[in-house]
């Protein structure tokens, strides 16, 4: 009877509703995304892009995408196969958004248009809730979208429920689909390895699917990173272009494809991976995807980028607009090897450095099983007795004496087998029966499906943060990919595994903000294997990658960049490279910057660098960290890397330029500048010089007009290999 009745409603409505009701507008300043409604009631896209002025304009612009197909339901309006969120079972003949089993074993599932609402948020952010219905099976589908006006970002997800008698099984959810016709599509990809993260590649979209995904479980970005930029008709380039950048806010399997057919259309759907996660959804259950993030530019990828930070400061980092913590790590100066006396010398050499905090890596933890090097310990989080014999509560107090914070890594979801957890808890790891133990770092992954060891997890947290006054920062690392993986506790539904456990990560994670909301966090992932918009909501930052050798680390920083904003990626300067001190901080300083070094051997004039250096960056880090972000010389193009942060107010600027490897006697351009008000003046001042150092560049100290600075530029860059310019530009 409902049925009916739903059916009825809605012929009555398709058949007398105009051309303009059936028309879902979302906007933020610049970006629009149509929908609409066919008569034949199922939704459609008909635009994305530069938002017009006026609506009838987005009915001509869908009118221009029909010229190429055939079906057409007397609504010329609608491009007919770019269905919104296509299903699979009818006459979809391309990938489809989801795709299910009902009841009865029928595969298909048939969506139309039921009802939307536009609600204001605040006075930025306003939700689209658009209500989808299968007319034979009482499947619903809402599809969420939130437009952030200033920043012209979209968030897109999509709940999933039915009212079957039974579960239904979800082979596909995901959490959009996009469309586009363009004559050609220039993809960016961000991949890598341990070392070697986000490198930038771009290609030209063939015919077929090309698809970027994970199937790691956890440390899931190790090899792909969930962003991408897509370049329309033509490439992009920083200031001019038309491009998607997009991010799925995802921490577990992710999956983003782009499918070009044979009319040159392309889709592109982006998720969890289905890849092994079939997904039974009991009656009445809601399925949430992960959010969809992205930015539509005509002006290339330096706005988009520009627009993501802004977002990401306000909405997309915990913490986003306050500061961060500069630190001195102890990983790389004592590896495991280290005692209460070293540490305490090492909360002295922090305040000498001058650096708000000190890190305290691995190697604290584990009795019965000492953590003395990386095969043991791993899940018994109380202080090694014989190490550390007066606790973490001593270095606590230790460190607050000196006068420095006290941070501490734990990585809460790993074990090693030679740890009292692996004996005590065997059903708590993720590990195959019948098959030998997999090993990563020799250590395997607790089950996080789990409820119990989601308390254990967070135990851990809350432990150390009740003892004595609590740490002042977590690093939280995570340095094994999911293998081998079968979890006790699902049972007979395996196929749960890869959702469940990001989901129970994040029910961790939300406990622990919920107590500790101002907490800061570093997601760090054996180098930068974790890097997404959901993880970001807990943690205020993320260690980048574990390869800290300036030059290699401007290629790292700079991809990081196009999608993160610089208070979020952390960057240490270390022993890697044998490269001046000042090489390694000016790189290092570029987004938040740390020290892991031994400060009692760097030679006197490196300390003094060292020290001024750091409290340039607090000088600074406002506009660093809440600037924008202007990327004037890739390293991909040339043998060097210029880029610069401006304020809001447009009157505080720095400016870093990197030289790399160039060859003999590099004829490098003067650079201008952009970003600052052509009409006021400036003072550029070169910063972070060695005490027995020379200044580059030879107008240091003199003023010009933003006008020529930007119109005329000057020379930047020193031929010198493995060298770096630091500009202070300040309004006069
Ligand atoms: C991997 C991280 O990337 C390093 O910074 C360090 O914390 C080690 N793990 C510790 O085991």
């Given at each position: 009877?409902?049925?009916?009745?739903?059916?009825?409603?809605?012929?009555?409505?398709?058949?007398?509703?105009?051309?303009?009701?059936?028309?879902?507008?979302?906007?933020?300043?610049?970006?629009?995304?149509?929908?609409?409604?066919?008569?034949?009631?199922?939704?459609?896209?008909?635009?994305?892009?530069?938002?017009?002025?006026?609506?009838?304009?987005?009915?001509?612009?869908?009118?221009?995408?029909?010229?190429?197909?055939?079906?057409?339901?007397?609504?010329?309006?609608?491009?007919?196969?770019?269905?919104?969120?296509?299903?699979?079972?009818t006459?979809?003949?391309?990938?489809?958004?989801?795709?299910?089993?009902?009841?009865?074993?029928n595969?298909?599932?048939?969506?139309?248009?039921?009802?939307?609402?536009?609600?204001?948020?605040?006075?930025?952010?306003?939700?689209?809730?658009?209500?989808?219905?299968?007319?034979?099976?009482?499947?619903?589908?809402?599809?969420?979208?939130?437009a952030?006006?200033?920043?012209?970002?979209?968030?897109?997800?999509?709940?999933?429920?039915?009212?079957?008698k039974?579960?239904?099984?979800?082979?596909?959810?995901?959490?959009?689909?996009?469309?586009?016709?363009?004559?050609?599509?220039?993809?960016?990809?961000?991949?890598?390895?341990w070392?070697?993260?986000?490198?930038?590649?771009?290609?030209?979209?063939?015919?077929?699917?090309?698809?970027?995904?994970?199937?790691?479980?956890?440390?899931?970005?190790?090899?792909?990173?969930?962003?991408?930029?897509?370049?329309?008709?033509?490439?992009?380039?920083?200031?001019?272009?038309?491009?998607?950048?997009?991010?799925?806010?995802?921490?577990?399997?992710?999956?983003?494809?782009f499918?070009?057919?044979?009319?040159?259309?392309?889709?592109?759907?982006?998720?969890i991976?289905?890849?092994?996660?079939?997904?039974?959804?009991?009656p009445?259950?809601?399925?949430?995807t992960?959010?969809?993030?992205?930015?539509?530019?005509?002006?290339?990828?330096?706005?988009?980028?520009?627009?993501l930070?802004?977002?990401?400061?306000?909405?997309?980092?915990?913490?986003?607009?306050?500061?961060?913590?500069?630190?001195?790590?102890?990983?790389?100066?004592?590896?495991?090897?280290?005692?209460?006396?070293?540490?305490?010398?090492?909360?002295?050499?922090?305040?000498?450095?001058?650096?708000?905090?000190?890190?305290?890596?691995?190697?604290?933890?584990?009795?019965?099983?000492?953590?003395?090097?990386?095969?043991?310990?791993?899940?018994?989080?109380?202080?090694?007795?014989?190490?550390?014999?007066?606790?973490?509560?001593?270095?606590?107090?230790?460190?607050?004496?000196?006068?420095?914070?006290?941070?501490?890594?734990?990585?809460?979801?790993?074990?090693?087998?030679?740890?009292?957890?692996?004996?005590?808890?065997?059903?708590?790891?993720?590990?195959?029966?019948?098959?030998?133990?997999?090993?990563?770092?020799?250590?395997?992954?607790?089950?996080?499906?789990?409820?119990?060891?989601?308390?254990?997890?967070?135990?851990?947290?809350?432990?150390?943060?009740?003892?004595?006054?609590?740490?002042?920062?977590?690093?939280?690392?995570?340095?094994?990919?999911?293998?081998?993986?079968?979890?006790?506790?699902?049972?007979?539904?395996?196929?749960?595994?890869?959702?469940?456990?990001?989901?129970?990560?994040?029910?961790?994670?939300?406990?622990?903000?919920?107590?500790?909301?101002?907490?800061?966090?570093?997601?760090?992932?054996?180098?930068?294997?974790?890097?997404?918009?959901?993880?970001?909501?807990?943690f205020?930052?993320?260690?980048?990658?574990?390869?800290?050798?300036?030059?290699?680390?401007?290629?790292?920083?700079?991809?990081?960049?196009?999608?993160?904003p610089?208070?979020?990626?952390?960057?240490?300067?270390?022993?890697?490279?044998?490269?001046?001190?000042?090489?390694?901080?000016?790189?290092?300083?570029?987004?938040?910057?740390?020290?892991?070094?031994?400060?009692?051997?760097?030679?006197?004039?490196?300390?003094?660098?060292?020290?001024?250096?750091?409290?340039?960056?607090k000088?600074?880090?406002?506009?660093?960290?809440?600037?924008?972000?202007?990327?004037?010389?890739?390293p991909?193009?040339?043998?060097?890397?210029?880029?610069?942060?401006?304020?809001?107010?447009?009157?505080?600027?720095?400016?870093?330029?990197?030289?790399?490897?160039?060859?003999?006697?590099?004829?490098?351009?003067?650079?201008?500048?952009?970003?600052?008000?052509?009409?006021?003046?400036?003072?550029?001042?070169?910063?972070?010089?060695?005490?027995?150092?020379?200044?580059?560049?030879?107008?240091?100290?003199?003023?010009?007009?933003?006008?020529?600075?930007?119109?005329?530029?000057?020379?930047?860059?020193?031929?010198?290999?493995?060298?770096?310019?630091?500009?202070?530009?300040?309004?006069?």
């Amino acid at each position: 009877m409902k049925k009916i009745i739903l059916l009825v409603a809605l012929t009555t409505f398709f058949c007398n509703a105009n051309a303009q009701d059936r028309q879902i507008q979302i906007e933020t300043q610049s970006t629009a995304l149509i929908l609409k409604a066919g008569k034949n009631g199922l939704l459609y896209q008909s635009y994305l892009g530069t938002k017009l002025n006026g609506n009838s304009g987005y009915i001509l612009l869908s009118k221009e995408s029909t010229k190429s197909f055939v079906v057409n339901d007397g609504n010329p309006l609608v491009n007919l196969r770019h269905q919104a969120y296509p299903t699979f079972g009818t006459d979809n003949l391309f990938e489809s958004a989801i795709r299910m089993t009902h009841n009865d074993g029928n595969p298909s599932l048939e969506l139309v248009y039921v009802s939307h609402r536009t609600a204001k948020i605040d006075g930025n952010t306003t939700e689209t809730i658009i209500q989808l219905q299968d007319l034979a099976y009482p499947v619903e589908v809402t599809l969420h979208y939130k437009a952030y006006f200033n920043e012209n970002v979209i968030e897109q997800w999509t709940e999933i429920k039915h009212h079957e008698k039974k579960p239904v099984m979800l082979y596909n959810y995901a959490s959009s689909m996009l469309h586009f016709d363009a004559d050609h599509y220039w993809l960016t990809q961000f991949h890598g390895d341990w070392a070697k993260e986000v490198r930038m590649q771009e290609s030209k979209l063939t015919s077929g699917t090309k698809v970027i995904d994970s199937k790691l479980g956890v440390r899931n970005n190790m090899y792909q990173t969930p962003v991408f930029f897509l370049a329309l008709n033509s490439k992009a380039d920083e200031n001019s272009g038309e491009l998607v950048a997009g991010t799925i806010a995802w921490s577990g399997n992710f999956k983003l494809s782009f499918e070009l057919d044979h009319k040159n259309a392309l889709r592109v759907t982006s998720g969890i991976n289905p890849f092994a996660s079939e997904y039974s959804l009991q009656p009445e259950k809601t399925f949430i995807t992960p959010s969809f993030i992205y930015i539509f530019s005509n002006k290339g990828k330096g706005q988009a980028s520009r627009n993501l930070h802004a977002w990401a400061r306000k909405y997309g980092i915990k913490d986003g607009e306050k500061p961060r913590l500069t630190l001195l790590n102890n990983w790389e100066t004592t590896f495991f090897n280290f005692d209460e006396k070293k540490l305490s010398d090492m909360f002295v050499d922090s305040k000498t450095l001058g650096v708000d905090m000190f890190l305290l890596d691995d190697g604290w933890f584990g009795n019965k099983y000492p953590r003395s090097g990386d095969k043991s310990g791993l899940g018994d989080w109380q202080a090694t007795k014989t190490k550390l014999p007066n606790g973490l509560g001593f270095l606590m107090k230790e460190a607050e004496k000196t006068g420095v914070k006290f941070g501490i890594w734990i990585e809460p979801e790993m074990v090693n087998p030679k740890s009292e957890l692996y004996e005590k808890h065997p059903d708590w790891i993720l590990k195959l029966p019948n098959r030998p133990e997999n090993y990563y770092r020799t250590q395997l992954v607790l089950d996080l499906c789990n409820p119990k060891v989601q308390d254990f997890v967070f135990k851990t947290v809350d432990d150390i943060m009740q003892t004595n006054s609590g740490v002042a920062f977590f690093k939280w690392d995570c340095n094994r990919m999911m293998t081998n993986a079968y979890s006790t506790y699902l049972k007979n539904q395996q196929s749960h595994l890869f959702i469940e456990y990001t989901n129970g990560l994040y029910k961790v994670l939300e406990r622990i903000k919920t107590k500790y909301p101002n907490l800061p966090m570093m997601l760090c992932s054996g180098g930068g294997g974790r890097t997404d918009y959901a993880f970001l909501k807990y943690f205020t930052e993320f260690w980048a990658s574990d390869n800290t050798d300036p030059f290699n680390r401007v290629f790292i920083q700079w991809g990081y960049s196009q999608f993160f904003p610089a208070f979020s990626i952390c960057n240490h300067v270390t022993s890697w490279g044998n490269q001046s001190i000042k090489f390694k901080t000016d790189v290092a300083m570029m987004g938040k910057l740390g020290f892991d070094i031994n400060v009692r051997e760097l030679k006197e004039k490196e300390l003094v660098y060292a020290k001024e250096a750091v409290v340039n960056y607090k000088r600074l880090s406002p506009v660093i960290w809440y600037g924008n972000l202007y990327r004037l010389i890739s390293p991909y193009d040339e043998s060097r890397a210029v880029l610069m942060y401006v304020n809001e107010a447009k009157s505080k600027a720095v400016l870093f330029s990197y030289t790399l490897h160039p060859l003999y006697d590099p004829q490098y351009n003067s650079v201008r500048f952009q970003g600052l008000d052509p009409n006021k003046t400036y003072k550029v001042e070169e910063i972070n010089v060695m005490p027995d150092g020379k200044k580059y560049l030879e107008e240091s100290g003199e003023s010009f007009t933003g006008d020529f600075l930007m119109n005329v530029g000057l020379s930047v860059s020193s031929s010198k290999v493995e060298s770096s310019v630091v500009l202070e530009i300040t309004e006069i």
